[in-house]
């Protein structure tokens, strides 16, 4: 269901990729906050089981206070990823506040992580609103809003900048058409506001426009937010892969997870250059059922199987992803999230069973 190839043209990972070996590969281990290490072990625990080839590298990512009052991720963790080259992270909390820098924010600028990208499909025997989405949000991840560049104007008025440049639109938008090819898709939609933000938004659609004229096997299409959002709640499935800006891919995808099921089954992974690949779970920490045995692991799991097929272990990955689809069939074996029954651990022993 998640599949998740990258083109050779755009991954410098490729040396990792190899189908046909399965020595024991390191992978760096951000077990995140609240439910964070509940999940991580969960999944730690039905990859042992299923006898993927990962060692884990786990590291601490509590924050470090620098001499000008900022936090920043602690030496460690960036020299474990730059070594590793893979992680895989649960839910990290972001104090509010002036100094307090968030850690996701601060892994994707140091690692230069430019893709976000969100599968989202319908799960077997999980009811919703919908029972035929098959689609991919692609995000650029390193500027537009999300930029931080933010400054007082006069008291009472503030100014937050919106960066777009040329290469890093290029860069998400050839990704986005190379992932589409990959994976046997059949349409790009480049998503926008460029009837109102003409320089912004008019620059990243003509860098889409550029790129997609080298993949003329793919057809392309352009659409507004607005209009997106309400055909996406009309009629999903006339959706493949979309690509967009930072601020309207955070919000993009999250309206996407909630026609599957929520953040709690929807899987990401964020590409990087020099072949760095960090998937993740997206959704929050959940400090209020923390250490009660109530989390839901799925999407964190699944972001390990998107993980696993990206270093080219598609048998584990395959394994894997099909023993938590048969568990989440069952109302008795799902979490609460979930309309079930069962607590982490019994949601996790049961996909162990299956393997």
């Known amino acids: 269901m998640f599949r998740f190839f990258l083109s050779s043209r755009l991954s410098s990972t490729r040396r990792l990729l190899s189908s046909s070996s399965h020595e024991v590969k390191r992978v760096t281990l951000i077990a995140g906050d609240g439910i964070g290490p509940e999940i991580s072990a969960a999944v730690q625990k039905i990859f042992a089981v299923a006898k993927a080839p990962i060692e884990w590298d786990p590291v601490d990512v509590t924050p470090v206070k620098l001499p000008d009052g900022k936090t920043t991720v602690p030496q460690a963790v960036l020299d474990s990823i730059h070594t590793n080259k893979i992680g895989l ?3 990290l909390a972001t104090q509010i506040g002036k100094g307090h820098v968030s850690l996701n924010l601060t892994l994707r600028r140091t690692f230069n992580l430019y893709a976000n990208v969100r599968p989202c499909m319908s799960l077997p025997g999980l009811q919703t609103l919908y029972d035929d989405v098959n ?7 390193t500027e537009g809003e999300y930029s931080g560049i933010e400054h007082l104007v006069v008291e009472g008025v503030v100014q937050s900048i919106k960066l777009i440049t040329r290469n890093a ?3 998400v938008a050839q990704f986005a058409f190379e992932h589409a090819r990959a994976n046997n898709r059949r349409l790009v939609t480049a998503v926008h506001k460029a009837n109102i933000m003409k320089m912004t938004d008019g620059l990243f659609l003509r860098c889409c426009r550029e790129v997609s004229e080298a993949y003329r096997d793919i057809k392309y299409e352009e659409a507004f937010l607005d209009t997106v959002c309400l055909s996406m709640v009309q009629d999903p499935s006339q959706f493949d892969v979309l690509v967009m800006p ?4 955070d919000i993009l995808s999250d309206l996407c997870a909630g026609l599957v099921g929520g953040l709690g089954v929807t899987p990401s992974g964020n590409i990087g250059h020099d072949g760095v690949a960090i998937f993740e779970a997206v959704h929050g920490t959940a400090p209020d059922i923390a250490g009660q045995d109530k989390a839901n692991p799925t999407a964190l799991l699944l972001s390990g199987v998107m993980m696993l097929r990206h270093m080219g272990l598609k048998e584990f990955a395959d394994r894997i992803e099909s023993a938590v689809m048969e568990t989440i069939k069952m109302k008795e074996t799902r979490t609460g999230d979930l309309g079930g029954l069962a607590s982490c651990s ?3 022993d049961s996909i162990c069973s299956k393997l």
């Open 89 to 91: 992270k649960g839910p």
């Open 135 to 141: 689609l991919v949000t692609i995000r650029e991840n």
């Open 169 to 171: 639109s290029n860069r």
């Open 246 to 249: 930072n601020l309207y891919g």
């Open 346 to 348: 019994q949601f996790t």
